[in-house]
């Protein structure tokens, strides 16, 4: 694993430029305690599988106990959380948490495409339409 987070870390710093931070802890947790911790609480019935979560106040990426590094889908979950944790590690400025995501789900398609992942966007099951919804900021009335 270490060196797969290595590796993903280069990249990410290849992408945008400067030097990768160190990297996080990586703790694999059953999926319901995954869950619990993105929503922070009980999730909701309905709730989505879970791929990962970056805690920046820990510095750590939480992946849920079926994640396999042999898994392009499950790898690009991990490049996708490190992405987070270069955003923290290097005080990126965004408006809102939420405004962190676009460039997290970009260099996630980028990754898969250049691993040969025709359709990345029906691999990880989003669009582009979805992905600027979950990057807006709210408004602020």
Request: net charge negative.
């Amino acid at each position: 694993m270490k060196e797969l987070v290595t590796s993903l870390l280069i990249w990410i710093a290849l992408q945008i430029g400067g030097e990768p931070p160190a990297a996080p802890e990586i703790r694999i947790l059953p999926e319901q305690e995954l869950a619990e911790r993105f929503f922070g609480g009980k999730p909701p019935a309905d709730a989505s599988h879970i791929c990962g979560l970056y805690q920046a106040a820990s510095r750590t990426v939480y992946l849920p106990e079926s994640w396999s590094a042999d898994s392009h889908l499950d790898r690009s979950s991990l490049l996708h959380e490190l992405v987070h944790h270069v955003q923290a590690a290097r005080n990126l400025p965004y408006p809102c948490p939420a405004a962190r995501e676009r460039l997290a789900y970009d260099l996630q398609v980028k990754w898969l495409k250049e691993n040969g992942v025709a359709d990345p966007y029906a691999l990880i099951n989003i669009d582009e339409f979805t992905i600027a919804i979950n990057s807006m900021c709210p408004s602020r009335e």
